[in-house]
């Protein structure tokens, strides 16, 4: 079911979204498993997505993003408030305390305009590109559903009954989606539109144009994760590798974008519940193995919930919002 790309293999994940037989979901457990122990990174076919809905979706993207500074600004980040939802420009995100050259927005699950909670909460849709809320909304939906089915892949490939994270994890999971825009870099940069980094929940399906971009950090060194029409992204983060001991490993990954031209990228982020303690896997021994982590963390060290984790987290990223949001 798997084929080359690359370092990176190609997983045909249609046994478990549909009906596919026990023999079928073993077979693309064990090859996400060999994925996950290997890299953390590799593409996910067969995941049942419309082209038509990516089409729409990416379409008022970039009309958005050609829109003038200040019409994007008016659904800026700062009027968000604690839903952390939004746009910001280009530098106004930090990777490691370094300004990234990208611009983008953020979104999520839509909630209440009153829930307490940090990072839940309403979007913040342009009314110039009208046609951005359905195709985002509609993504977020069909997205969750891909994701829930890789992850009954992982736990299957951990020796636990498929809808283990269903049923306890994720059973009302942290929902985070980004789109992204890179301007082109000049061919002797030596700037990064994100720098090298982890991410920081569960599982992270990105789609990306055909411009490129996208390095993985792998045992083998930096390696290309260049585009396949059909497919997602999928890398592992930082809660998957806490809860299996270091038995599948969080990978550093970066973006520069080189080809002359705009790139976007759309990573969904689908993590823990939000007030879920994260404990070891009781089934898992601790790291058997491999690579250490590239930032020297242990994530065993961490105590409290994911919400927790990601608060620490994300208000690096945007140190202006970190009062708002977390006082």
């Known amino acids: ?11 045909d994940v249609s046994p478990l979204v549909g009906p596919g037989s026990p023999g079928e979901r073993t077979a693309v457990a064990r090859e996400i498993e060999a994925a996950c122990r290997d890299s953390g990174f590799f593409y996910v076919s067969g995941h049942g997505v419309p082209a038509e809905l990516v089409t729409r979706l990416d379409g008022a993207a970039r009309r958005f993003f050609r829109l003038p500074p200040q ?4 659904i800026s980040m700062d009027r968000g408030g604690r839903a952390w939802r939004g746009f910001f420009p280009v530098g106004g995100e930090l990777t490691s305390g370094r300004p990234d050259l990208k611009e983008g927005i953020y979104f999520g699950v839509e909630g209440a305009v009153d829930d307490p909670r940090p990072l839940h909460g309403p979007n913040l849709f342009p009314s110039q590109v009208p046609e ?6 509609a993504y977020l939906d069909a997205l969750t559903e891909v994701a829930q089915s890789v992850m009954r892949g992982i736990a299957l ?4 009954e498929e ?17 992204f825009h890179y301007p082109p870099s000049p061919p002797d940069s030596t ?3 994100v720098g ?8 992270t399906l990105l789609l990306q144009d055909d411009n490129g971009g996208l390095q993985v950090h792998t045992s083998r060194g930096w390696m290309e994760a260049p585009p396949i029409p059909g497919t997602f992204v999928c890398n592992i983060g930082d809660m998957l590798d806490r809860l299996t001991g270091g038995h599948y490993r969080s990978t550093p990954h970066r973006v520069r974008n080189l ?9 969904f982020f689908f993590d823990p519940g939000w007030d879920r303690e994260v404990p070891p896997l009781p089934s898992r021994p601790q790291r058997d193995g491999g690579r250490p982590r590239w930032d020297g963390q242990d994530l065993r060290a961490f105590t409290g919930t994911y919400g927790d984790y990601l608060l620490g987290k994300v208000s690096k990223v945007f140190p202006q919002l970190r009062a708002e949001v977390i006082d």
């Not at 079911?1 to 997983?11: F, N």
């Not at 019409?71 to 008016?74: A, F, L, Q, S, V």
């Not at 080809?259 to 990573?267: A, E, I, K, T, V």
């Open 71 to 74: 019409r994007k600004m008016e």
């Open 259 to 267: 080809s002359g031209r705009d790139r976007l990228s759309f990573p």
């Open 132 to 137: 951005l809320r359905p195709a985002v909304l």
């Open 191 to 193: 700037d990064w539109g």
């Open 196 to 203: 090298e980094h982890t991410d920081y929940g569960l599982l």
């Open 1 to 11: 079911m798997s084929s080359a790309s690359g370092p990176l293999p190609v997983i």
């Open 163 to 179: 809808d283990y994270f269903a049923s306890g994890y994720t059973a009302a999971p942290t929902i985070l989606f980004r789109i």
């Open 157 to 160: 490939s951990l020796g636990l």
